[in-house]
């Protein structure tokens, strides 16, 4: 790293320096250092006054090491929030601390030198790991501010959610999904021994504007409320007189995401689940058992039918759990406004389109000519 932009002031002294330092370094080497300082910045050459900078920040460097933090890959994005009140050394801190700067020490003696430690700029931004300091500085004072927005698209489960966010530097992915385990922040979201992850299906899919330094447990915050306000009083009540509570919508709504691939299929299928619920037919969706493996597959075995979990609905009657995905609204709104059809079996073809039928007969001889 380069030092040349550093500069001292004009009406530097040595024993200003030392009462400034205060307790951030050892006291020992704090003398020697600022002593070594008065002796070079008393030579009147520019390149005697340059060799002391660079002395005093590479001994600082050598003596406190680099900062431990976790490394993270340079092409992740990692943000940084700068609060009101907040000082050049929590600044500092902060960085070291999720791996932007090499060294929390340089970077307040370089502010701190060059006259900045109270010119940093309020708001969110972006960073990447082991930025050169003096860019980091630069971008600070400027108040290179960003804005933060992440999507998730509908269909997603936790942990694609989880994911995602990771990717987009925004969250810990083995964070986010012990958070969802238990997370429930609206009475409407049941509690079920079975369930794999509480808040799956409760986060809505959208795209959000957030602030730097979020929880992942905030940002499942701002997703739920989301889905909550989204839940309105004509929706309720219509989800009431279906006699359908609301984890049960969402948990249909999940199934009908997963299988539709185009919108026009949405309430068909809707009314095909309601059917089989209604006859005692189990749900027999594949979407559930995909729920459970590793990767997905373009086509179930039958030896996936036999998969023993209460999430199989081919060995299970009614709704699996809970929901196996974070569904639109355009799955919420066709289950609570299913097709006025009487359709009992639907296969999608390679292209999504799904073909539907009244009988098991029929039902095969599409599935042949389909798939």
């Not at 701190?112 to 931004?125: I, P």
């Not at 501010?145 to 987009?168: M, Q, Y």
């Not at 079920?192 to 979020?214: C, M, S, W």
């Not at 249909?252 to 059917?275: G, P, W």
């Amino acid at each position: 790293m380069s030092f040349s932009f550093l500069k001292l002031p004009e009406d530097f002294k040595p024993q200003r320096l030392r009462e400034e330092l205060g307790g951030l370094f050892p006291a020992d080497w704090r003398e020697q250092l600022t002593s070594r300082l008065a002796v070079l910045a008393s030579h009147k050459r520019g390149v005697a006054i340059a060799a002391a900078v660079v002395f005093f920040v590479g001994v600082a460097g050598c003596l406190t090491g680099s900062d431990s933090a976790e490394k993270v890959p340079k092409d992740v994005p990692i943000y940084v929030k700068v609060r009101p009140g907040m000082s050049a050394r929590a600044v500092g801190d902060e960085l070291a601390a999720k791996g932007i700067i090499d060294s929390k020490y340089k970077f307040w003696l370089t502010a701190k030198l060059n006259g900045y430690e109270s010119e940093f700029k309020t708001g969110s931004y972006s960073f990447t790991a082991d930025m050169e300091i003096r860019d980091v500085i630069a971008k600070l004072v400027a108040g290179e501010t960003t804005v933060i927005k992440f999507t998730i698209p509908e269909g997603f489960g936790v942990k694609d959610i989880a994911e995602r966010l990771e990717v987009e530097g925004l969250a810990d992915k083995g964070k986010f999904m012990r958070e969802a385990k238990d997370f429930a922040p609206y009475d409407y979201i049941e509690a079920n021994k079975d369930a794999v992850y509480r808040a799956e299906g409760f986060l809505f899919p959208d795209t959000y504007t957030i602030q730097a330094d979020l929880t992942e447990r905030e940002i499942m915050e701002i997703m739920a409320q989301d889905l909550d306000s989204r839940l309105n009083r004509k929706l309720r009540r219509r989800a009431a007189e279906m006699d359908l509570s609301l984890y049960d919508l969402i948990t249909m709504a999940s199934l009908v995401e997963k299988e539709a691939r185009y919108d026009e299929d949405r309430a068909i299928i809707a009314q095909v689940f309601f059917k089989r619920l209604e006859i005692g037919m189990p749900l027999q969706t594949d979407a559930t058992l995909q729920y459970l493996m590793d990767a997905p597959k373009e086509d179930v075995s039958i030896a996936d039918t036999e998969i023993d979990s209460p999430y199989n609905t081919y060995q299970h009657y009614g709704l699996p759990p809970g929901p196996i995905a974070n569904p639109g609204m355009a799955s919420i709104e066709a289950v609570l406004y299913p097709a006025d059809t009487d359709y009992l079996y639907f296969v999608a073809d390679r292209e999504g389109h799904n073909h539907y039928s009244y009988s098991y007969d029929e039902h095969l001889r599409i599935v042949d000519e389909v798939r």
